[in-house]
């Protein structure tokens, strides 16, 4: 923030005081104009915006206008994520290609066209030249997020073709973010590493012949060195975040922006920036926060009642980051079970015992079956399960991925998804997307000449 003396300050806080002196919408107002805050129905739906055939979100069924819980299921092009990674793992081979090609493309690539997807991938990994000194060195951030959409951004000013929107260029330009965008977080962790952290950088090249997860771990490690486990855990995180529907808040972002005709570097640096909040992508984060603060604070870890009593305080606002809310539970959609979490959690328990982390998996154990009951009794929330973001963190720190890439690694696999939405929405969409707001603010007035105020 920029340094104020003591009048700036002053100045800052009258301006701010008149703000809120004057701003205010009654919390009645939202039902009585009936407006679907978040863009949710009454009974917890979604309110229907758009049709996309790329990935369905089934959290729930419907019974007579009420939602009735069902075990979740994400489905990528009318496959069931589950049988994705089962014959990925049958086959041993790595997925992330795959799936991104599922996405895009509507069917599963055969043996050629899987071949020619990865060979472009692995000549789109590398920058264009002068591009890491330029953007990203002479520039480091703090946030890894903020330096990948400004990165994005900027690989604008290097496409001759930046605002050609025909479908073949929008293809190009959708394979070459997918393989360039996990470079870029590598490299934007690097230079935050030296100039924040005053640790050594290291900046390695890609090798064509490995996949994304291969490369990400090898050119983020001094010696470059990784197991092939841990390549495929990575590889299977990567996979399960690919998409999540076209109404999660990115997916979402990505088509608005899309919708106005823009450029495709300006339609995902926005779903970048969206991915960043802490109630979207940056989740992981903060359930790896709050586990700590709980560890903090409870003297048994393995004590349900201990736990629970911390949870209501955390629901409170009296513990935790004082927002009332416990992340990793809960979500839009799913109400009886996140598959992705269910995929997650069973991996994180091998590693967790193998890397000394059991009793941390323990304690997120007791939180998924704990919070539920809590706010039940303290919101009256009726479905409440856990979400990805509740392992996700944990699977990454048995990898010795750092906190900073938690959020990026998420980013890096969601561009795949974010890129088939923009392609569906330049073609299918045709309308610019643009909901209503009700006015409620002061009636017509006139105005008042600056002397007479």
Known sequence: MLKLGAEERDALEYLCGEYKKHNKIDAEDWSKYDVKRGLRNSNGTGVLVGLTSICDVVGYEMENGERRACDGKLIYRGIDVKDIIEGGLRDGRYLFEEVSWLLLFGRL???????????????????????????IMKAPSRNIMNKMARSVLALYSYDELAEDQSFENTMLQALML????????????????????????????????????????????????????????????????????????????TRVLTSSATDTYSAIAAAIGSLKGPRHGGANIKVMEMLEDIKAHIKDWRDDEEIRAYLEKILAGEAGDGKGLIYGMGHPVYTKSDPRELILKESARSLALEHGLEADYNLLCAVERLAPEVLKEQRGVQFVCANVDLFSGLVFKTMEIPLDLYTPMFAVSRIAGWCAHLVEERLTGGRIIRPAYKYVGAQQRGYIPLEER
């Not at 043996?111 to 789109?124: D, P, V």
Request: charged share 25%; net charge positive.
């Open 109 to 135: 690539p055969d043996a050629m066209g899987l071949e020619q997807m990865k060979n472009l991938m692995s000549r789109f990994r590398e920058l264009p030249e002068g591009f890491a000194e330029d953007m």
């Open 178 to 253: 997918i393989s360039c965008l996990p470079t870029i977080m590598v490299y934007a962790y690097q230079v935050k590493r030296r100039t924040y952290d005053k640790k050594s950088m290291y900046i390695h090249h890609s090798k064509r012949e490995l996949s994304t997860a291969q490369n990400i771990l090898r050119t983020n490690r001094s010696n470059k060195r990784f197991e092939d486990a841990e390549a495929r855990l990575l590889d299977l995180c990567l996979v399960l975040h690919a998409d999540h529907g076209g109404g999660n808040n990115s997916a979402f972002t």
